[in-house]
């Protein structure tokens, strides 16, 4: 009966209620806008990466290799796009 | 009456009036036409429903060559206007309009559905499949492509074109400069299309990941196939970033907001950043493709496996990253730092390399192979050279204290017309030529076709040419006159001529269209180029479900080791064949989609929200719907392969 028992979704479940709580308080309680986005953005990656593990199942097929290598790629160009305008339009403008 | 006023074009002319008519007349035409042969159901059943990917591809095949002429029409224009100095023959609102429609036709209209056309065509039946992963999505994507066209191309005569450039750099675009509704159809038309293409991004990565036949490792797969896959990762990561751009410009256009205005925190500057983000990676998309038909026309035409196929696969993935750290390189002008311009020459030229690395691969199967000139032989021949010197201008283009005297000068027209032309439409229409047999079950006439990529070859240097010098001497792209001492002159006289021959050369395809229904003959073979991949192992014209059994592969030329080395390609009986239903909720949704687009654009709040529920209608319909396909019985297979077995 414990292996039928969903512990892993339920554990997720509970942690990321906790995610959106934690990200709740920036709005709650009075920070600086520095801690409120660090905060923030915390938040954030920890909650996609969850959601992506635990709920949409990402590497429990055989082709996780390339979901992660996809997701990975997804990342690297991300950043490339935001640091590279940033260094565009502010740091080097 | 006010209501309608809001569709009065803000800037007519006898041509646009004239247009309305042709157009008016075109549609009864067409409506007589199909109730007249009793065709409205073969259309329906046969065409608008369908979600055949080789029905598909060849309906993307149409639509581009029809935009091939739209847009063709807008460059004979263009070049007429600038053939002699002070020319009246357009006003300089009406030059605006034509060269950003021209742009926005040429790039997402004609050269991104004649690549998809060929990807939906070819890619299935080289790797062995009988569909692509998900065919009402690749009827959607069809359907959505469509209606965005159709919506931008209504625009010149209903509420005024988009006149900003197809880059539609802001503030120029934005509310205070762009004044009339061309903009907003800029917008949401590109949008509508582009979700089509995104889907296809998708759907191909699928296919081409999951459907391959037994045997056929990713180091097995054919060069086009390869190539496909690596454009539309690139299609998978840069589009959403158009989606989001375009989704901020409307917002800005339509609900004032203030992403890209110049006041209230918002940057101008961003949209020509974001632009190009999406921008430099979609140039890519265009032209890997067309490599992918190089390689595979060479390799077939010079009778030798296709040199250097790691090299290949490795340089066309090193270009899919490259692709996305260089997008600076387009606005080297805009004010950023010489550091910023540095890194991003640097990794420009970089570019060059893994392309420099395919070039030579392509000489290197024609060494010491038997070469036949075939048309499509002859555009990759003629490819090689014309290619090379836009690609050599480019790396000009690319340092970026030289950039400062190229930029926005004929010279950088000149530069990606001589790497699209010689590198997208060539390789378009080596690859019509090369597998019109296999859609249409016969050969266009060889004679009339080396003609033409003769004429057009030439014609290509004539017109673009002497681009590269007016520009290094001053002249402007987008100026709509110029006056007779800039001495300008006599080398637009030779563009024109140049532009003119182009347009006898697509005139002499469609002549060889006609030419050929009529008078080549039908009972050539399924493998009438001698060729290496599977596309030809099957009949033509393909049966529905591609291959009557799955083909065993054990090399990236599966179909020449089962002609040469006694390769077996088919094991085992026939077997019933899972095939998808038609469905005509695609088409529907997106003539839906088509109203949403037409009312955003007209601020038109009512029909707006009616035709997104519409669309959430068909979203819902199709989450709820239970539908597992059919089955062909083995009795049909049979039947149809040994009737083809006799028509092959």
């Known amino acids: 009966m414990s292996e039928l028992f969903p512990r892993k979704q339920v554990m997720g479940f509970v942690f990321s209620m906790v995610l959106t709580a934690v990200a709740l308080l920036v709005y709650f309680l009075d920070m600086s806008f520095t801690a409120g986005m660090t905060v923030l953005l915390i938040t954030a990656f920890v909650q996609a990466g969850l959601q992506l593990v635990v709920f949409m199942h990402a590497g429990e097929t055989d082709d996780k290799g390339s979901i992660y290598t996809n997701i990975f790629y997804g990342v690297v160009i991300a950043l490339v796009t935001v640091f590279g305008t940033l260094l565009i339009l502010v740091w080097d403008m | 009456m006010e209501f309608f006023e809001r569709f009065a074009i803000p800037h007519p002319s006898p041509a646009i009036y004239a247009s309305m008519v042709a157009i008016a007349l075109t549609m009864v035409a067409i409506v007589a036409g199909l109730t007249y042969f009793k065709k409205w159901g073969y259309l329906w059943r046969e065409w608008l429903t369908t979600v055949d990917h080789k029905r598909i591809g060849i309906m993307y095949l149409i639509s581009a060559l029809l935009m091939l002429f739209r847009g063709g029409a807008d460059a004979i224009m263009l070049r007429a206007q600038l053939a002699v100095p002070e020319n009246k023959l357009l006003d300089a609102q009406h030059y605006n309009e034509i060269f950003t429609t021209h742009g926005i036709v040429m790039i997402l209209f ?6 998809i056309a060929l990807m939906n065509f070819v890619v299935p039946l080289q790797i062995g499949a009988r569909d692509v992963a998900f065919p009402r999505l690749n009827a959607l994507s069809f359907w959505l492509f469509f209606m965005g066209a159709m919506l931008l191309n209504i625009s010149f005569v209903v509420g005024g074109s988009p006149d900003a450039g197809w880059t539609s750099y802001f503030p120029l675009a934005g509310t205070e400069f762009s004044e009339s509704v061309g903009s907003n159809y800029y917008m949401i038309a590109i949008q509508i299309a582009g979700i089509g293409t995104l889907m296809t991004g998708v759907n191909f990565l699928t296919t081409i990941l999951r459907m391959r036949a037994p045997g056929m490792t990713l180091m097995k797969m054919p060069m086009f196939t390869w190539s496909v896959l690596v454009t539309n990762v690139i299609i998978v990561f840069a589009f959403p970033v158009l989606t989001v751009l375009l989704a901020m ?4 256009r339509l609900f004032a907001t203030h992403f890209f205005t110049t ?3 918002g940057m101008d500057m961003l949209w ?3 632009f190009w983000v999406w921008g430099h990676p979609e140039v890519y998309i265009l032209i890997l493709p067309a490599f992918g038909v190089y390689s595979e026309v060479i390799s077939t035409f010079a009778r030798r496996n296709l040199y250097g196929y790691k090299s290949m696969v490795a340089s066309m993935v090193l270009i899919s990253l490259l692709s996305f750290l260089v997008w600076t390189h387009h606005f080297f002008t805009m004010g950023q730092g010489a550091l910023t311009n540095s890194i991003f020459s640097i990794t420009t030229m970089a570019i060059a ?3 420099g690395v395919k070039i030579f691969n392509w000489l290197l199967t024609l060494w010491k192979g038997k070469i036949e000139i075939t048309t499509p032989m002859l555009y990759s021949l003629l490819f090689i050279p014309l290619f090379t010197i836009g690609g050599v201008t480019g790396v000009m283009l690319g340092m970026s204290a030289a950039d400062y005297q190229y930029h926005n000068t004929m010279f950088l027209v000149a530069h990606f017309h001589m790497v699209i032309i010689p590198g997208v439409v060539f390789a378009m229409l080596a690859g019509l030529t090369y597998w019109w047999p296999k859609m249409f079950g016969f050969m266009l006439n060889e004679r009339i076709g080396k003609w033409t990529a003769w004429i057009i070859g030439i014609s290509t240097l004539v017109a673009f040419m002497p681009m590269f010098f007016s520009g290094l001497d001053g002249q402007a792209r987008r100026m709509y006159t110029y006056s007779e001492s800039t001495g300008y002159g006599p080398l637009n006289m030779i563009s024109f001529i140049g532009a003119v021959g182009l347009a006898v050369g697509f005139v002499l ?7 050929s229904v009529r008078y080549s003959p039908r009972n050539i073979s399924a493998d009438p180029w001698d060729a290496r991949s599977l596309e030809w192992a099957t009949h033509s014209p393909v049966p529905e479900y591609n291959f009557a059994i799955v083909p065993q592969v054990d090399s990236s030329e ?9 390769h077996e390609l088919f094991k085992g009986e026939y077997e019933k064949i899972h095939m998808p ?3 005509g909720v695609p088409f529907l949704m997106s003539c839906i989609f088509f109203v949403w687009g037409f009312s955003l654009v007209f601020s038109m709040w009512i029909p707006a929200i009616a035709a997104t529920i519409g669309i959430l209608a068909c979203m819902a319909h199709r989450s709820f719907e239970k539908d597992h396909g059919r089955y062909i019985s083995v009795e049909e297979v049979e039947e149809t392969e040994s009737k083809l077995r006799g028509a092959s």
């Not at chain 2, 410009?249 to 800005?252: I, L, P, R």
């Not at chain 2, 395809?509 to 030419?515: E, G, L, S």
């Open chain 2, 263 to 265: 006041t209230n925190g």
């Open chain 2, 110 to 115: 004609m050269a991104m559905p004649f690549i």
């Open chain 2, 558 to 566: 599966a179909f020449w080791d089962a002609k040469k080395k006694g």
């Open chain 2, 249 to 252: 410009g409307t917002f800005d």
């Open chain 2, 509 to 515: 395809i469609a002549y060889n269209v006609y030419y």
């Open chain 2, 353 to 355: 390399v893994p392309t």
């Open chain 2, 272 to 274: 020509a950043n974001l």
């Open chain 2, 581 to 583: 239903n038609n469905s």
